[in-house]
């Protein structure tokens, strides 16, 4: 769903540099600040993450379940803690074409879709 991502970073580092790779992180971590989204910390840069360590199928408010993610997929992210009670899990990632927030459940299952959005 995310479209074209393997050897995405790579690609980039080549084509921009350590430096305009470092900013575009940094950019990606804006974006997700930027929504505000109530009770998810801000983050100051997201790190690299591979689709084979993260969730893969998350589950919307309706109680399906979709996959949105390939495992062989390179995406930048970050796990925070935060909510109202200071102990949620969240899930902030990006691509090149979206920003999605999911909160964790145990140990860092059952991610429960929060937010899917186009950049």
């Known amino acids: 769903m995310e479209g074209k ?6 690609r980039f580092r080549e084509l921009g540099g350590e430096e305009r ?8 971590a804006n974006e997700i600040n930027a929504l505000e989204i109530p009770g998810v910390p801000e983050v100051d840069i997201l790190e690299e993450m591979q689709g084979s360590d993260i969730p893969r199928e ?6 399906e379940k979709y996959s949105l993610l390939r495992k062989d997929g ?12 200071g102990m949620s899990q969240y899930l902030l990632l990006a691509g090149m ?7 964790l459940g145990p140990a860092g299952t059952l991610p429960e ?3 899917w959005k186009r950049r």
């Not at 790779?21 to 990606?28: A, D, H, P, S």
């Not at 998350?58 to 109680?63: D, I, K, N, P």
């Not at 074409?97 to 909160?103: H, R």
């Open 97 to 103: 074409d979206f920003l999605l927030v999911a909160e």
């Open 58 to 63: 998350y589950a919307l408010c309706c109680g």
């Open 21 to 28: 790779y470092r900013q575009f992180r940094k950019q990606l």
């Open 5 to 10: 991502t393997a050897g995405m970073m790579r």
């Open 74 to 85: 390179e995406y930048f992210g970050a796990r925070v803690t935060g909510g109202f009670d």
């Open 113 to 115: 879709l929060m937010l």
